[in-house]
C-alpha cells in the first residue's frame, strides 16, 4: 500500500511540474531531466531496480541515474538524435546558399495567375503544406509566406483574416521522412520485433501518408468553405487595417540555375520515395536512409555551388554551415534523451507496469480507440494551453509500444493519431508562436485568426483520427 501511494504520487507531482512548464512556455528539457532523476531515486529508495535497456550500475545509487542519462545520450545520438543532427545541418545549409529563398519563390510564382479568390484558400493552404517539406519551423514558413504572398492574396481580392489563417495553418502534416517527430517515432518502433528495423521512410510511405494525405486534402476543402463563410459574417470588430510588409529580394538567375536550386532542398525526399518505390516494386534489397539520401544531396549542393562560383576556398568554407546547422539541431535531440529518461524514472518507479495492467483489463472489450482517444485529448489540452505541438509527442514516444501492447492494439494507431494532432492544434492556440507571428504581422486579433483556423483544424483532427482507427486499430 505504502509503495503505491509513493509510486502514484511521485508520478503525479512529475507529470504535474512538467505540465506546468510546458503551459508557461518554459524550456521543459531541464525539467524532464531532473524529475526523472528524482523518479530513479524514489525507485531505487523503494528497492526497485532502475529499468532501462542493458544497464550496468556505477555501484553507487546516486550515481545510477546520471548513468542513465550518460547511457541514453549514447543511444540516441547513434540512431534518432544522428538523423536529427544531419537534417538540421542540411536545412542550414540550403538556407545558405539560397536552396530554401528559390524554392519558395518557383512554388509561390503559379498563385500570381489563379484570379478566383476562394479557390486560392485550399491552393495556399496545399503549397504551404508543400514548402514545410523544405522549411520545417511553422514560425519560420508564416513569416515566409506573409512576405511573399500577402500582396498577391490581397490584391486577388481575399481577406486579410482569410489569408491570416490559411498561412497559420500551412504547416500541419505533410508526410516526410525528414520530420524530427517521424524519425523518432520510427526508431522506437524499429526497436521491437513487429517493426524489426524499420526506417523512417517506411513509417512514413506505409503508414503516415495514409492518413495525412487525405486529411490535408480534407483540410483544404473544408478551409474553403468556413473562410468563404466567415467571410459574409465579417463584423466591424474585425474590420481589417493597411499592412505593409517589406518585399523579399527576387533571386535571379538562370533557367538551368533556379530549377536545379529550387530541386535541393526537396532532393533527400526524392530520392527516398523513389528508393521506397523501386523496393516496394523490385527485388533490389539496396535501402537508402535518411542519413545517405541527405549526405548524397550534400555533396550534390557542394559540386553545384562549385560549378557556380568556381570558388573552391570560399565553397568549402561555406559547409561550415551544415556543421552549425548541426550543433543548432542539439536541443532536439537533448529533448528527446530528457523524455526518454524521464519515461525511465516512470518505468522504474512502476507507474508503466500498473498502467500496462490496467489497460490490459479492456483488452478485447472492443475499447481499443479509448486509448488513442485519451492520448489525442491530453494532447489537444496541452498544445491549446501552452502553444507547443510536439514537446508533449516526444516525450510519450518510448511509452507508445508498452501502452499499444498492454491495450491489445497496434502501436501505429497510437503514433499517428497523438503525432498528428500535436501539429493539427497548434493553429487553435492563442499562444502559438505561429499565430502570434501571423496576428501581430498582419495587425489582427489573435481571436478572430483562431475562429478562422479551429474550424478546419477540429474538422480535420476528427477526420484523422476516425481515418487512423479504421486503417491501424
Known amino acids: ?28 528539457k531541464i525539467a524532464l531531466f531532473l524529475m526523472g532523476i528524482v523518479l530513479l531515486l524514489i525507485s531505487l529508495a523503494m528497492g526497485k531496480d532502475i529499468v532501462f535497456q542493458d544497464f550496468q550500475s556505477t555501484g553507487s545509487a546516486l ?11 549514447k543511444a540516441t545520438l547513434s540512431s534518432a538524435g544522428l538523423i536529427i543532427l544531419i537534417l538540421g545541418g542540411y536545412t542550414a545549409y540550403m538556407s545558405s546558399i539560397g536552396a530554401n529563398d528559390l524554392t519558395v519563390q518557383v512554388l509561390t510564382k503559379p498563385i500570381n495567375k489563379v484570379k478566383s479568390v476562394y479557390f486560392l484558400v485550399p491552393l495556399t493552404f496545399l503549397l504551404g503544406n508543400v514548402l514545410s517539406l523544405v522549411i520545417p519551423s511553422a514560425s519560420t514558413l508564416a513569416i515566409l509566406l506573409l512576405a511573399t504572398l500577402y500582396p498577391v492574396l ?8 482569410s489569408i491570416g489563417a490559411v498561412i497559420a495553418t500551412s504547416a500541419t502534416i505533410v508526410p516526410t521522412p525528414l520530420g524530427s517527430d517521424n524519425v523518432a517515432i520510427a526508431e522506437e518502433l524499429a526497436k521491437y520485433p513487429m ?52 518585399d523579399i529580394e527576387k533571386v535571379e538567375g538562370s533557367k538551368l540555375y533556379k530549377t536545379v536550386y529550387s530541386i535541393l532542398p526537396v532532393f533527400p525526399i526524392i530520392i527516398l520515395l523513389v528508393s521506397f518505390i523501386v523496393e516496394m ?12 539520401a541527405v549526405l548524397i544531396s550534400f555533396i550534390l549542393a557542394i559540386v553545384c555551388e562549385l560549378i557556380r562560383h568556381r570558388k573552391a576556398k570560399e565553397v568549402f568554407a561555406s559547409t561550415e554551415k551544415f556543421f552549425t546547422g548541426m550543433g543548432n539541431m542539439l536541443p532536439v535531440v537533448a529533448l528527446l534523451v530528457a523524455a526518454s529518461v524521464f519515461v525511465a524514472g516512470l518505468q522504474s518507479i512502476g507507474l508503466i507496469d500498473t498502467l500496462q495492467e490496467t489497460m490490459q483489463s479492456t483488452h478485447g472489450e472492443g475499447n481499443g480507440f479509448i486509448l488513442p482517444l485519451i492520448l489525442v485529448a491530453v494532447t489537444a489540452l496541452i498544445v491549446l494551453l ?12 518510448p511509452l507508445v509500444v508498452p501502452l499499444a501492447e498492454a491495450a491489445g492494439i497496434s502501436p501505429i494507431a497510437i503514433s499517428v493519431p497523438m503525432g498528428m494532432a500535436g501539429n493539427l492544434f497548434r493553429a487553435v492556440s492563442p499562444v502559438a508562436a505561429v499565430i502570434l507571428i501571423v496576428a501581430g ?33
Open 195 to 246: 517493426f524489426n528495423d524499420m526506417t523512417v521512410t517506411q513509417y512514413v510511405f506505409s503508414y503516415h501518408a495514409l492518413v495525412s494525405i487525405p486529411t490535408i486534402l480534407f483540410i483544404a476543402l473544408v478551409h474553403y468553405f468556413w473562410q468563404k463563410r466567415m467571410d459574409k459574417k465579417m463584423t466591424a470588430a474585425e474590420s481589417e487595417e493597411q499592412v505593409e510588409l517589406k
Open 1 to 28: 500500500m505504502l509503495d503505491n501511494l509513493i509510486m502514484y504520487g511521485s508520478a503525479i507531482l512529475a507529470v504535474v511540474v512538467i505540465v506546468y512548464m510546458l503551459i508557461k512556455k518554459m524550456d521543459i
Open 63 to 73: 550515481l545510477d541515474p546520471l548513468q542513465v542519462i550518460v547511457e541514453q545520450f
Open 441 to 473: 504581422t498582419l495587425k489582427l486579433n489573435p481571436i478572430h485568426i483562431i475562429k478562422r483556423t479551429s474550424v478546419p483544424m477540429i474538422s480535420g483532427v476528427v477526420f484523422m483520427f476516425v481515418l487512423s482507427m479504421i486503417l491501424f486499430l
Open 154 to 161: 490581397k490584391q486577388a481580392g481575399m481577406s486579410t483574416l
Open 386 to 397: 501552452s502553444g507547443s505541438g510536439i514537446a508533449l509527442f516526444f516525450a510519450m514516444v
Open 281 to 292: 516494386t523490385t527485388s533490389a534489397t539496396i535501402a537508402v536512409n535518411v542519413e545517405i
